[in-house]
């Protein structure tokens, strides 16, 4: 069992900066691998990013990259996702979101291929 917390959200004006952090529960942590996804109001669930179980491997949405970084530190059991030049359309709840272990990176932006999840850390990004 894994359970996810997170943290860091909160408002921020246009083209402003936030890290949103996911800590994980359990010794397994460094044996999966890890995504974030986000809700908008009224949308389905988005994937933003995704780290493999050894970091050797990120993948970025479209919408995000050049912008988002994901980055994970195993001896912390946590996964950081740091968002800079956010727009409004970043406005969403983040969730951060774990694979069984050793899973591939095959279908990362699939959140129905996640085990666990956290219950969300709200973004606002106004203009």
């Known amino acids: 069992q894994v359970q996810l917390v997170e943290s860091g959200g909160g408002l921020v004006q246009a083209g402003g900066s936030l890290r949103l952090s996911c800590a994980a529960s359990?010794?397994?942590?460094?044996?999966?691998?890890m995504a974030w996804f986000r809700q908008a109001p009224g949308k389905e669930r988005e994937f933003v990013a995704a780290?493999?179980?050894?970091?050797?491997?990120?993948y970025n949405a479209d919408s995000v990259k050049g912008r988002f970084t994901i980055s994970r530190d195993n001896a912390k059991n946590t996964v950081y996702l740091q968002m800079n030049s956010l727009k409004p359309e970043d406005t969403a709840v983040y969730y951060c979101?774990?694979?069984?272990?050793?899973?591939?990176?095959?279908?990362?932006?699939?959140?129905?291929?996640?085990?666990?999840w956290g219950q969300g850390t709200q973004v606002t990004v106004s203009s």
């Open positions: 979101a774990a694979r069984s272990r050793f899973a591939s990176d095959n279908y990362y932006s699939l959140p129905q291929k996640y085990n666990y």
């Open positions: 359990g010794r397994s942590f460094s044996s999966r691998a």
């Open positions: 780290i493999t179980w050894n970091g050797g491997n990120v």
